[in-house]
């Protein structure tokens, strides 16, 4: 008999860890009769602030929005240039062309699959506005040599914290290096609700409150906007929900890093490229990624035995339908476009139990151990 397969992403599974705490804390929002940015959004607003050491977090609708308004609320306006990746969620590029802005593509550094700082003078002019580095899989990006270089170049920068929850620079949590930071609480992140949801993070209380004004139509006093707004709230169940995971996501995180440990250990030595450890940097390892020329037979082999994977994701952001040909920077890509052809995600959330850690490790043994 052949064991239950091994998903790549088990949401669910979280639900049923604290299924009684989060029933619970639902009824109550139900019962309150306030729906929409209450008591128990300010309330995760303070606590996730808190646990990043950051001044100000406004919740929003989701990790697009966050972006979105953050950049709009340290001051990019349309036409605006804002350098980004091209090895992201769609999203990131997505949120900067939503506001009318102009994103520009710059390479990854290997290493660490982030923005390579040393790229981006190359790119800036006069349009240039804002820097949104990405915290891919989890890995913090170099971001005082980010900061260091826009300081001097007057630009902002906004960091894209949708897969880094409680990743670390010097002890010191990403999210709080930037201008602003947008997070996502999409079901599978780190700290995901169970819905959508968003926030913006900021050390300054003016960009904050920028975005409590343009995440409901502008409005300082109510019916009244003096801004032109968009809708993009957090709702009181997704924020209860979240205070709930809030308490769990350092554990959480501590776990995936186990996880993340026992497959650098099966995989070792062989022809697998393995996360790197940067030194300084603490991992929020939200995806473990791998690279190999033989992705695709690596994935049928652990597919066959019953492991979930994924590709995060299957094509570049330049790559895709909806972009390819037009982005500024795709063509100087070299990088990105190398990656694409090796990623692949393996089965990485706290949830994960023992055996089937177990299982998982002895499939990339025997994977590696071939012939
Ligand atoms: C998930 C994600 C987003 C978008 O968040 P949503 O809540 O899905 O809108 C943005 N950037 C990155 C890197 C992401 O992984």
Known sequence: MNPDPIPVANPKAQF???????????????????YILGNEVEAFENEFASFLGAEQCVGVANGTDALALALRAVGVQPGDEVITVSHSAVATVAAIEQIGAIPILVDIHAETRCIDPALIEALVGGKTKAILPVHIYGQPAPMHEIMAFARKHGLRVVEDCAQAHGAEIG??????????????????KNLGALGDGGAVVANCSETAENVR????????????????????????????????????????????????????????????????????????????????????????????????????????????????????????????????????????????????????????RSWSDRE
């Not at 049923?16 to 306030?34: C, F, H, K, P, Q």
């Not at 996501?249 to 996880?259: F, K, P």
């Not at 082999?301 to 895709?320: D, E, K, M």
């Open 213 to 364: 004004l343009l995440r409901q139509y502008g409005w300082k006093e109510r019916y009244i906007s003096v801004e032109r707004g968009v809708n993009s709230r957090l709702d009181e169940l997704q924020a209860a929900i979240l205070r709930i995971k809030l308490r769990h996501l350092a554990e959480g995180n501590v776990r995936r890093r186990t996880i993340a440990a026992a497959y650098k250990k099966a995989l070792g030595g062989g022809e697998i490229r393995l996360p790197s450890d940067v030194p300084g940097t603490t991992h929020a390892m939200h995806l473990f990624v791998i690279e190999s020329d033989a992705r695709d037979s690596m994935r049928s082999f652990l597919h066959g035995l019953g492991i979930g994977t994924a590709l995060h994701y299957p094509q570049a952001i330049h790559q895709q339908p909806a972009y390819r040909g037009r982005l500024r920077g795709a063509d100087k890509l070299v990088a990105t476009d190398l990656l694409y052809r090796r990623i692949l995600s393996i089965p990485l959330y706290p949830e994960l139990n023992s055996q089937q850690l177990e299982r998982v490790c002895q499939a990339l």
């Open 16 to 34: 049923e860890a604290y299924r009684d705490e989060i029933e619970t804390a639902m009824r109550n929002v139900l019962e309150s009769g306030w």
């Open 171 to 188: 002890g010191q949590k990403v999210g709080t290096f930037g201008d602003a930071a947008a997070f996502s609480f999409y079901p599978t």
